[in-house]
């Protein structure tokens, strides 16, 4: 399979902003912690998850990168982490090297990870669509503009991501998707300006994900992200019985509600009114049988009252 | 004056400012129901009117509606046509009996109506039904609902665990559906005059006969 792409991307650890003072002052109190006790050059005992997350338990642990300005955050969320797919794993399983000694010396660099060096054997790979996520990737606008250092990990946290947040509320998995996108593209534009063609901005933005009208249909080629002159622009791509939206943001939920209340009620029991889409066939049954109805009657009544003066009038 | 002692006589029941009403919201109602039908049954390959349009137009009309309701409403209270509103309670099952009948039968007998109007009452007892309950419970439910769908934030959040703006969403669409049958028996019945366009011209001058009998001589105004 071709791996390629997957397998070069190289690990990057999410960043966040974090005050000046707040990120001397932290690496000042990591510093001030003893590490392993070994000394350069002796192997030390692996370390245990606690015990990297003395310090990088800290949300203030980063620093400044002086290439780019911008503050590399080192910080795991303990929590999230432990409830992560990839919580019952060692910190040490995929971040190899001297950690002995500050800075820590990973081995290869930093970056040194991808998907691909964990996620392997033909079951695993056939199972995560991982040949196909890497051919969408590869058609994405994030490498056909050649982004740099974009990989798996700028919108997958290793340390968080978790098959089932996609069941989790949908406003939810929009705020959790949209902040991934937002936490570079919020920099490069005014996100709600750009999108002002869409009424009611604001919501729309809360209530779908960007990658539902930024990716092509169907919701299977998720990765493969369209630039943005390419977006879904057409109103009834989402607000109409076989909108897109069924086959991306919903699709989890949909099925889960078809499993819960049957397919007719697991449509018409889903959680959120989209015009055009949330239709109940029973109820567009009975407003076509009442209008239906009532044009019939009149229809019927008038040709009576037709044939009935006609009858009247005859000589 | 007959010898029976009825006169007839042309009198205004259908002031200015009630025409310019009920016509402007039949353009709205028009309008909102083809908007209406485009939003809910929405459909890429056989559009009525495209979504994007039909949004714009279904709110623009939306709002006119309502405004007309508040005028309808302000000035029906205002003017002595609200008298035409106030059932009579006097063999009142009898009476909406007697006009059902007269639909279903009498008027294939060529019978004439039983309840032409009058001065003081202008609807015959089902129209005055149909129009009370359109007017003062109808169109308000499907106003508030429709501003519910508008701005949605004005919607409550959850109802019974679902989307708040479902109960909203349903009863919109139902109450458009009953306002759709409504529509069609409002323009057939339009025919059941003495000719087929007399109740539009009524409509259209504000000017109607009416019969004027000694019993009621506080008709003659």
Redesign the interface.
Known sequence: MDMGRLTSVKMRIPRMRLGGSALVMAMTFAFSFPLMGGEPGVPAEEPQNGTCLRCHGMPTLGYQDPDSGKFINFYVDHEKFSRSDHGRQGCVVCHKGNFTVLPHQPEGGRNHHSCGDCHTGEKLVQRMRLVGIAAQFQKSVHVQRKVKGFDCFSCHNPHESRLENRMRAETDVVRRDNGVCLNCHQEMMAVEEKHQVIPKTGMHLAAVRCLDCHTPRPGSVIHAIEPAQRAERNCVACHSRDSILLTKLYKYRLHESEQRAGFINGVVLSDYYVIGMTRHPLLDALGILGVGGALLGVLIHGAGRWFATRRRLKP | MNPDGITKKKVMLYPLWLRLWHWSNALMFTLLLLSGIS??????DA?VIG??TA?VLHNVCGLFLTMGFVWFIVANWLSDNLRHYRPVRQNFVARLLKQADF?ARG????QSHPFPATWGQKFNPLQQMTYLLIMYLVLPVIIVTGFM?WV?EWAPEQIL???G??PA??LH??V???L??FF??HV?LV??GKTMTSQIEKMLSGWEEIRIDKENDHERR
């Open positions: 939003l809910h049954f929405s459909d890429p559009p979504f994007a949004r639909y008027i294939f007998l060529g769908l949605p665990g679902m989307d703006l479902w969403a349903v669409y139902l458009g559906v009953a759709a049958v069609v028996g057939y025919t059941i």
